[in-house]
């Protein structure tokens, strides 16, 4: 009985152990990534470039501790549907999360994908969308209380346009027309035929004629050689969208000296803004590139972008009960978002009403 009561002591004093030295190790080791490639996305290219780097950097120069990252993108942990889930089962100390693969989990946090059309511009968007989260803070505490995990920040992608192989010019013009998206986008296309796709299948599909278009950035048309097979690109200005997060495991959390946490959440606020610089670079250049390839860029009227927004009328108000059924605040989030936009001076193409 002595000895199994001393083996169990020993047993139960080892986490306690392994929490403490942590707490005061020399090396801080942490395994970062996504599901995305490294700089396929901004939030994955601003992950590599500067969120690992700079963190480092910054406990380094500022604590006693080193720091050893090791970064595990592109799947080699978890697809982009599971970095949430490998997060919180500590398999990634750090996610880099594209929201729009939980529909479920991070359904409210892609709240700017309710209203199509907001600003194209991505540092005002992240501005807004940082104020709305500042002023909701039960869109960052679900991810403690839910997943297991501390939400650092979030981010944007770059401002969404409609690639295709066909010219078009009014909105009338989509009619009869195939076109592809992916999650909640894919209920942006009306007068077209909506198709569920993802971008790895989108070169062949097109190719193929199982569609005609899909609804991207214009960076990505050319990083998935789109233009090859659709060699038309419309800057519509769905707006730049802010879906992306940055989490730690809630036990790594834990285990991590108060100091290492601050600079964690300043890296995760400041990761919004860095994001947003890339998103607007990649948005001016990917059209530039796409000329230089020969692709037919042009940009839909006022009135094409006010008759497409009128369309989708009906579509956040739709969001909005789905997220009251889901008990969140949906419409309260959605108004509060699309007034900060206003106050950064953001005109709609139509003025959504959401009850």
């Known amino acids: 009985m002595i000895a199994r009561r001393g083996f169990t002591a020993v047993c139960l004093s080892l986490p306690l152990m392994a929490l403490s030295s942590l707490a005061h190790a020399d ?29 480092k950097k910054r406990i380094e ?11 595990l993108h592109a799947g080699q942990v978890a697809k982009v549907t599971e970095v949430l889930e490998a997060t919180r089962d500590g398999l990634l100390d ?9 529909p479920s989990n991070g359904f409210l946090q892609t709240f700017s994908l309710f209203l199509p059309f907001g600003s194209p511009d991505a540092e005002v968007v992240t501005k807004a ?13 679900v991810f403690e209380k839910q997943h297991n995990q501390v939400y650092l920040g979030g981010s944007c992608l770059a ?29 942006w296309i009306v007068k077209a035929t909506p198709v569920a796709s993802n971008l790895n299948e989108a070169y062949q599909s097109i190719q193929s004629g199982v569609y005609e278009g899909y609804v991207s950035a214009s960076t990505w048309w050319k990083a998935f050689k789109l233009n090859e097979v659709a060699p038309y690109f419309t800057k519509a200005d769905f707006g730049a969208q802010y879906v992306n997060a940055v989490t730690i495991n809630k036990q790594k959390w834990d285990r991590l000296p108060k100091e290492v946490q601050d600079i964690l959440k300043e890296m995760g606020e400041e990761w919004a803004g860095v994001t947003a610089e890339v998103c607007k670079r990649n948005d001016a250049s990917g059209l530039e590139q796409l000329k230089a390839l020969k692709v037919d860029v042009r940009e839909i009227s006022d009135e094409a972008r006010k008759e497409w927004a ?18 969140l605040s949906g419409a309260k989030v959605m108004n509060f978002y699309m007034t900060k936009l206003e106050e950064l001076g953001h005109k709609w193409p139509y003025r959504y009403e959401v009850k």
Request: glycine share 10%; proline share 4%.
């Open 129 to 141: 969308a940082q104020a709305t989260f500042a002023e909701f803070p039960e869109m960052k505490d």
């Open 159 to 187: 401002n969404y346009g409609l690639g295709t192989n066909f010219a078009w010019e009014k909105f009338a013009d989509l009619e009869g027309h195939k076109i592809a998206g992916a999650g909640t986008n894919l209920d």
């Open 27 to 55: 090396t801080i080791s942490l395994r970062m990534g996504s599901g995305h490639p490294i700089g396929l996305l901004a939030y994955t290219e601003t992950a590599h470039k500067w969120f690992a780097p700079e963190l």
């Open 310 to 327: 009128t369309a989708l009328k009906d579509f956040p108000q739709r969001m909005a009960t789905d997220a009251a059924s889901r008990g």
């Open 61 to 71: 120069e500022r604590t006693e501790h080193k720091v050893k990252i090791q970064e």
């Open 94 to 102: 750090i996610g880099f999360i594209s929201l729009i693969f939980e």
